[in-house]
């Protein structure tokens, strides 16, 4: 197949679905917790889902759900399983994806080796509404892959002062690297109404030295916990007890004036897996 031919296949693709990156620049802020979460609930109320785990640390979307699968990325990329085979049903609607050494592998792959993998994924058309990405932590081309290549970002951040330094490192190469001029931002850990006051500072600074870019608060999740008990149970059966709490955030998830749907969602993200080369080479 010729570049041109890949790139004819890949934009046929065109049913609408969502693609957000769910990213913070620091670790252990609750990206994981955050992402899975979401995934769960979108289903619950009836949307298709496919999240998938960019992360190679150690609570990540497999442990979180017990989950023990043996393919990943790399394997589509080797032309050893196809999507079908790499997928993991976690209830009606909701698949994970696990990205395994297939992200951490991909800036090393050959064309045909991502070819192959855009190939298979791309056979997600139509058959999701929400691709969900959980990314690592800190800035490296893993999370930057999921950053550019998705719609939206979700930038977590919790209270602490170094979370918010951290996510302000994230915005900052997102905006002077890769132009994004928005990004969605979620508030974790909330223990009291002072502590929403973190967002004003990012707000603030962004403002001032990103003076592009917008930042869209989509939700305020409080500390609970029920988070560590999903990690230690491996069953979404804890979530149940922070169902409210998440409700305002899937209806913001759900409003296509928040979240858009797009055409070419599916379609940017394969390209993104096809041209990506990391930080100095940006998607060209
Ligand atoms: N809202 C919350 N309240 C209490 N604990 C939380 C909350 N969100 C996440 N956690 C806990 O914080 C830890 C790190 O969460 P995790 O999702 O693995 O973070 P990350 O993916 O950003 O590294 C886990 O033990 C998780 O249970
Ligand atoms: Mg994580």
Redesign the pocket.
Known sequence: MTQAELLRYITKAHSPVATIAVS?G?????????AVAISNFLAEVGHRVCLIDG?L?L?NVDI?LGLSSKLNLYHLAKGEATLDDVLVKVKDNFYVLPGGSGIRELMNMDRSMRERLVLELIKLDGKVDYIIA?TA?GISDEVLLFCVSCQDVLV?VTPEPTSVTDAYALLKILYKDYSKKEVKVLL???EGSEDTAVLSHLELVAGKFLGGMRLIKVGE????????R??REQSLVALEGVKNAFMPLVEKLVDPKVFRKDERGLSRLAIGFLRFRGVSAGLG
């Open positions: 913070s620091k670790g252990g802020v609750g990206k994981t917790t955050m992360d640390g609570a979180m959980d932590a977590v974790n850990r909330v999740i409080p500390k609970s916990d029920v988070f560590p999903l990690l």
